[in-house]
T-cell receptor
């Protein structure tokens, strides 16, 4: 169990550029989540995958955002035509649905995006 | 409607004292789970403690305990014998629905805890 890994840790980009983040979940976890956290706020749910299927998307996820999880392993979150309002910490989490481990929900260290 | 409310934006406590961080929640589900996470300045979300809605005993994990009052819909975190390393943001979160469901979490706005030497 090496934890949830996110890359890069920090990303600075110019407004209008595209960015892509990667998340590698804990290998035995079949669920993967993306959250966004703006300064001074708690994380907000963006989307989640069960295996390779994207089962739910928040209305926060505009059409400039796309997430994939090919083969049900790692996931990518892409933001096209970035805006300054996209500046935030993007957190990935993974979990499994075992009744005996309801707290099996692990976050990565996040990718901090700054749009200048 | 806000589902998780943390009314204390900041708390200042002397080292070795106990501290209670407040959390109230709102749900119509019978099955739900409540989490507390710690977020140091480095940004990672560190799981502290979990309470299921059907759990009869209050959860405890080392120096952390959760004061679960279901009728009042509160799930306060108690940290005993605080340490300087406890200084961080603390988030209360709720998972609505059964474990087999989506498991997405709704977070409060957090409480910044500062431990003074």
């Amino acid at each position: 169990d090496t934890g949830v890994s996110q890359n890069p840790r920090h990303k600075i980009t110019k407004r209008g550029q595209n960015v892509t983040f990667r998340c590698d979940p804990i290998s035995e976890h079949n669920r993967l989540y993306w959250y966004r956290q703006t300064l001074g706020q708690g994380p907000e749910f963006l989307t989640y995958f069960q295996n390779e299927a994207q089962l739910e998307k928040s209305r926060l996820l505009s059409d400039r955002f796309s997430a994939e999880r090919p083969k049900g392993s790692f996931s990518t979150l892409e933001i096209q035509r970035t805006e300054q309002g996209d500046s935030a910490m993007y957190l990935c989490a993974s979990s499994f649905n075992r009744r005996d481990r309801p707290y099996g929900y692990t976050f990565g260290s996040g990718t901090r995006l700054t749009v200048v | 409607a806000q589902k998780i409310t943390q009314t204390q934006p900041g708390m200042f406590v002397q080292e070795k004292e106990a501290v209670t961080l407040d959390c109230t929640y709102d749900t119509s589900d019978q099955s739900y789970g409540l989490f507390w996470y710690k977020q140091p300045s480095s940004g990672e979300m560190i799981f502290l403690i979990y309470q299921g809605s059907y759990d009869e005993q209050n959860a405890t994990e080392g120096r952390y305990s959760l004061n679960f009052q279901k009728a009042r819909k509160s799930a306060n975190l108690v940290i005993s014998a605080s340490q300087l390393g406890d200084s961080a943001m603390y988030f209360c979160a709720m998972r609505e629905g059964a474990i087999q469901g989506a498991q997405k979490l709704v977070f409060g706005q957090g409480t910044r805890l500062t431990i003074n030497p």
